[in-house]
């Protein structure tokens, strides 16, 4: 089919070739091809966002975010050398010192992404002095409880509210480092919102911020999603909780 | 200021809707004008524009957040916030400021008690000529001294209205000290936009491809392939935007252009709709500015009476066009052309995600001309004098003029307007920079120069610049100015992209740690490690070009850093000996062995 064929480009990803259509991205072509780009604010459910930075590659000398980098014909995509890794390893551990991170403490760990792309990039410890913010935990939802100090800002909770669940319950306020997620309710509490547990936005938290309650630990910690098999071989947490 | 009523404030709510309609793009210009009045946007008006605007309160409460001039609660009858660019500091800025907080008993930025006064500080008012500088309920006061300051802290005591404050106080000077292409001549019969009217918009494209304009506000797009793309894009409407958030600390030359040069601006910004096929267009004006409001304002009225604006401009049917001035409220993000769209849609100014560019996807999704106040300037008369009396200045790839704004040790401050290829030793003569130790082009985020870098040239190819051109003489340490920026930037991120948010706060208290005397030859290391991570990884240029400062002063100006190290290796933030007096004091012990040994 002629049509098909013109419309088919290809390019090069970590040595190997990567088939794709106009309009797709670097990381839809190449997660559509069965390979892996660590991301957190990314999920092929939304418009790609381009906040949150893991997803560099090297194109042409330059760095770019796969997500929202439109793929080009023949182009050269690097994902894997050590340049690339440490600069997401350095995004990374600005992320961990920018909340409070307690692994070891938190419900989602072994299922977080956060924690799996960190051990995907090598990262051993957070690197960066602490900023130890004092942030708070919000339970004054029957189903869920919001706990401010694992978010990450990657607005998935934002997006899913908005454009699935059709409610905007959440939204960022603030700017610089003071950036904060917020909640509309007359008292800005989870609670008097009309967030529900159906909600899109309940179950695309790439971390351990936005957890149901009532559950805990029903899978042991070392039989976790991240524990069997590591993120780049079984991707997003979310599309887990889905299936 | 007594805490308004309800009623008060939802009069006042449905006033500003009357005036300004109920489309949610006219939010964040409700919110500055209830700001201004209740010097805070109470509580009721945010519950109010919700209902009325269909937005939620989230949405709002965000916006107020954002704004460094928006606040949930008063700020008191008098706002007063001191400019503090690195250039009000040579000047004295804290000096003066202490003393003003001094003589009104209150901290600085924290509302005293009875509700008269707020005294705080903000980024660069581009007052850098006539600093120090202040704004008081957003006007703008210049050339602080002791004396002024004094009288100011009577006034605010006496409670006198700003329209009793000595005049004198108010006055912005122009400062043009040098006249080239675009200064020469301010006058304007528009004879641009007849020309354009006579030989039609693909002439007056053809003219402006032919003068190798390219914008003005630093990074240097060709103008013409920027009218091109709108024109061509498709779509319905369209909309022209100039940039006048003039926010680059230093930078002051847009100022000058809009307070004596607005009817060429607005003649380029009439001439780019011919063009591109736009019927309405927009001003967007920095809140520091907004004292300009009424003359701006007047110059639009005229213009309509004179047939320049509106419909069926110069007796051509079918060709309508409008302008409208949409405030800022204190966001340097908002200079970059997408978190300005962002803006004038009323929103947080973060930045989008491109492509798509303005061009084809720009003010409310429609193709949209992103230019600088200097660039529709230029447009003008190179519509009307045609692309090769452009051409004919500057270097091959940097056409025409630039106009400069010079600050910080000078003799004379003000603008100055060059030939791109212009050497900065040439500029620093013309100015009057004795013993000069440092240059800094194009702001904050711009280039610092070293003595032995002085022939350099202003343009796109060697030094890029939107303008701010800032010198230090030998007496300066720059590390204040390193401290000044390194805050700046922590300040003004808008918070969206992780390397920009994190990044510019680590590398604050970086700067912060080396100035206190506790820092180590690791956490240089350290620095430049953050700056490249934010310079490859940041998702807009203001992340990307945060830390030039600090890059380029490690390289170019390394004793800055070298004399205040505590040690060779690694140090911690905090100090181990001061962390053992408790135990020193329980034990009773002051001897050598309860100390730490000092390092060598």
Same mark, same amino acid.
């Given at each position: ?60 000398? &330059?760095?770019?975010? =796969? ?20 600069? &997401? ?35 051993l410890a957070p690197h960066f002095t602490h900023f130890f913010p004092r942030r708070e935990v919000d339970a004054s939802h029957p189903d ?9 800002? /990657?607005?998935? /909770? ?35 919102? +009309? ?13 351990? =911020? ?27 947490? =979310? ?5 | ?69 928006? #606040? ?25 400021? &202490?003393?003003? /907080? ?127 793309? /709108?024109?061509e894009a498709p779509g319905g409407e369209r909309f022209v935007v100039c940039n006048a958030d003039e926010g680059e600390p230093g930078t ?28 309405r267009g927009f001003l967007y004006l920095r809140g520091e500015y907004r004292y300009l409001v009424p003359h701006l304002e007047a110059v ?15 007796? #051509? ?95 004379? #401050? ?27 082009? +194009? ?12 022939? &350099? ?35 003004? +991120? ?34 430049? #490690? ?71």
């Amino acid at each position: 089919m002629n049509v098909s064929l013109s419309t088919r480009g290809g390019f090069r990803f970590d040595g190997k070739e990567i088939p794709f259509t106009p309009g797709q991205t670097i990381m839809d072509a190449v997660l559509a091809a069965g390979e892996y780009i660590p991301h957190l604010c990314h999920n092929p459910e939304f418009a790609p966002h381009g906040s949150c930075r893991v997803c560099v590659v090297g194109v042409g000398g &330059r760095q770019v975010s =796969a997500c929202t980098a439109p793929a080009a014909e023949g182009m050269v995509v690097d994902s894997s050398s050590e340049e690339i890794q440490g600069t &997401r390893r350095a995004i990374l551990q600005m992320l961990f010192v920018e909340g409070n991170h307690i692994c070891p403490a938190c419900e989602k760990s072994g299922a977080c992404q956060l924690q799996a792309v960190a051990y995907y990039t090598g990262m051993l410890a957070p690197h960066f002095t602490h900023f130890f913010p004092r942030r708070e935990v919000d339970a004054s939802h029957p189903d869920f409880i919001i706990d401010f100090n694992r978010c990450i800002l /990657c607005e998935l /909770c934002v997006r899913a509210s908005r454009d699935w669940d059709g409610k905007r319950v959440f939204g960022i306020s603030g700017r610089g480092l003071a950036s904060h997620l917020v909640i509309d309710s007359p008292t800005g509490k989870l609670g008097d919102s +009309s967030f529900a547990a159906t909600d899109k936005a309940a179950h695309v938290c790439p971390v351990g =911020a936005i957890l149901p309650k009532h559950l805990g630990y029903e899978v042991p910690i070392g039989e976790r999603l991240y524990d069997r098999e590591p993120i780049s071989l079984v991707g997003d947490v =979310a599309a887990h909780e889905e299936a | 200021m007594s805490d308004p009523s309800i009623g008060q404030v939802t009069e006042f709510v449905a006033e500003s809707l009357a005036r300004h309609g109920r489309n949610p793009d006219y939010l964040l210009q409700h919110l500055i004008v209830l700001q201004h009045r209740f010097s805070c946007v109470p509580a009721a008006a945010v519950d109010a524009l919700a209902t009325e605007l269909g937005v939620t309160r989230t949405q709002i409460r965000a916006a107020i957040d954002f704004y460094a001039f928006l #606040h949930e609660t008063p700020r008191g009858d008098f706002d007063i916030l001191f400019s503090d660019n690195i250039t009000d500091r040579m000047l004295g800025n804290q000096r003066l400021m &202490r003393l003003l /907080c001094e003589r009104l008993g209150v901290e600085s930025g924290v509302p005293r008690a009875d509700g008269r006064v707020t005294v705080g500080l903000t980024s660069c008012t581009g007052m850098c000529d006539q600093g120090p500088a202040l704004l008081v309920n957003g006007m703008a006061v210049t050339n602080l001294d002791a004396q002024r300051v004094d009288r100011i802290a009577d006034l605010v005591e006496m409670g006198t209205p700003l329209e009793h404050w000595p005049g004198a106080y108010f006055v912005v000077e122009d400062n043009i000290r040098r006249k080239g292409l675009l200064l020469s001549n301010p006058a304007t019969d528009a004879a641009g936009l007849r020309a354009m009217l006579e030989k039609g918009a693909e002439a007056a494209l053809a003219e402006v491809e032919r003068s190798g304009l390219r914008g003005r506000g630093g990074a240097g797009f060709t103008t013409a392939l920027k009218w091109k793309f /709108c024109r061509e894009a498709p779509g319905g409407e369209r909309f022209v935007v100039c940039n006048a958030d003039e926010g680059e600390p230093g930078t002051f030359k847009d100022r000058v252009l809009l307070t004596s040069y607005a009817d060429l601006m607005f003649e380029g910004m009439t001439i780019c709709a011919g063009v591109i096929g736009a019927r309405r267009g927009f001003l967007y004006l920095r809140g520091e500015y907004r004292y300009l409001v009424p003359h701006l304002e007047a110059v639009l009225a005229r213009r309509r009476a004179q047939g320049l604006l509106g419909e069926a401009i110069l007796g #051509h049917e079918g060709f309508d066009f409008d302008i409208a001035i949409h405030l800022g409220a204190g966001a340097y993000i908002c200079g970059e052309e997408s978190a300005l769209i962002e803006s004038l849609e009323g929103k947080r100014g973060v930045t989008r995600k491109r492509p798509p560019f303005p061009v084809t996807s720009g003010y409310q999704g429609n193709p949209t001309v992103v230019n600088n106040v200097e660039t529709f300037l230029a447009a003008a008369r190179v519509v009307q004098w045609g692309g090769y009396w452009f051409r004919g200045e500057g270097t091959d790839k940097s056409a025409g003029s630039k106009i400069l704004s010079v600050s910080g040790d000078v003799a004379r #401050h003000g603008i100055y307007e060059y030939p791109f290829g212009t050497p900065v030793h040439r500029v620093l003569t013309d100015c009057g920079a004795a013993n000069p130790q440092a240059v800094q082009i +194009s702001g904050a985020a711009g280039a610092t120069l070293a003595p032995a870098e002085l022939d &350099r040239i202003i343009a796109f190819e060697d030094l890029p610049t939107a303008g701010s051109f800032m010198v230090f003489d030998a007496s300066r340490d720059m590390l204040d100015m390193v401290r000044n920026f390194a805050h700046f930037f922590a300040h003004e +991120s808008c918070g969206f992209c992780t390397p920009c948010r994190v990044g510019g706060a680590l590398l604050r208290n970086l700067v912060e740690k080396v100035a206190a005397g506790q820092a180590s030859e690791y956490d240089l290391a350290e620095m430049r #490690h953050i700056g490249a991570v934010m310079k490859s990884a940041s998702y807009c240029g203001l992340g990307a070009t945060a830390p030039n400062h600090v890059l380029q002063t490690l390289d170019k100006f390394p004793a800055i850093y070298r004399r205040l190290l505590r040690s060779a290796e690694y140090t911690p933030s905090f100090d181990l000996d001061a962390a053992l007096s408790e135990a020193r004091q329980i034990t009773g012990r002051n001897d050598a062995g309860a100390h730490l040994e000092v390092e060598v």
